[in-house]
């Protein structure tokens, strides 16, 4: 049973890095059948994709239009977890993040717990 | 970029009646992209269907989805109280990007 474990903290101050890590258990973030996604959601953007990080004999990223100058998605094979980096972050990158699995089916099958994450001073 | 609209925005119907969710794109997307998701209060989303009409694992019979082009639906058949959610539909376009329709709440009296 593949399961996702989100971790990070729930306060950043603004333009500083919003940093979330995401631990998998069992199944590899280095598969190659499937890609590892990150999620927000907040009342006024609804639910938005973020970015993803997949292994097919070398290692790729995709990032949303609206977030690619400030995200970062890595994956770390030692520890078996990817990781959001968004920087430069204001009060409107306050929401609940979600990391989740995308299998080879466009859909997402797993979803980490969400962490609510406020962006203030 | 793809819209979704999805309707009604809320829907109140009692236990053992039937459900139709509608998810409709701003321009033909193909049923292989398109997916639905359960949300109950202070949970993550939940996969009940992918590729428009197959059920997810562990999904029982009474959800089915349809559609094809534009138009798609989910349908809730016999109604049980812990259905009670907001179901979002989702697809996938090339850029690579997903986006959700904004939301359908529906209730069991």
């Known amino acids: 049973q593949v399961q996702l474990q989100q971790s990070g903290p729930g306060l950043v101050k603004p333009s500083q890095t919003l940093s979330l890590t995401c631990a998998i258990s069992?199944?590899?973030?280095?598969?190659?059948?499937?890609?590892w996604n990150w999620f927000r959601q907040s009342p006024s953007r609804g639910l938005e994709w973020l970015g993803r990080?997949?292994?097919?004999?070398?290692?790729?990223?995709d990032y949303a239009v609206s977030v690619n100058s400030r995200i970062t998605v890595t994956p770390d094979t030692s520890k078996n977890q990817f990781s959001l980096h968004l920087s430069s972050v204001t009060p409107e990158d306050t929401a609940v993040y979600y990391c989740?699995?995308?299998?080879?089916?466009?859909?997402?099958?797993?979803w980490g717990q969400g962490t609510m994450v406020t962006v203030s001073s | 970029e793809i819209v979704l609209t999805q309707s009604p925005g809320t829907l109140s119907l009692s236990p053992g009646e039937r459900a139709t969710l509608s998810c409709r794109a701003s321009q033909s997307i193909s049923s292989t992209y398109l997916a639905w998701y359960q949300q109950k209060p202070g949970q993550a989303p939940r996969l009940l269907i992918y590729h428009a009409s197959t059920r997810a694992t562990g999904i029982p019979d009474r959800f089915s989805g349809g559609g094809s082009g534009t138009d798609f639906t989910l349908d809730i058949s016999r109604l049980e109280p812990e259905d009670s959610a907001v179901y979002y539909c989702q697809q996938f376009d090339p850029s690579p990007r997903w986006t959700f329709g904004q939301g359908t709440k529906l209730e069991i009296k």
């Open positions: 990080t997949y292994y097919r004999s070398k290692w790729h990223n």
């Open positions: 989740a699995r995308e299998p080879a089916t466009t859909a997402f099958d797993v």
């Open positions: 069992g199944d590899s973030v280095s598969t190659h059948s499937a890609a």
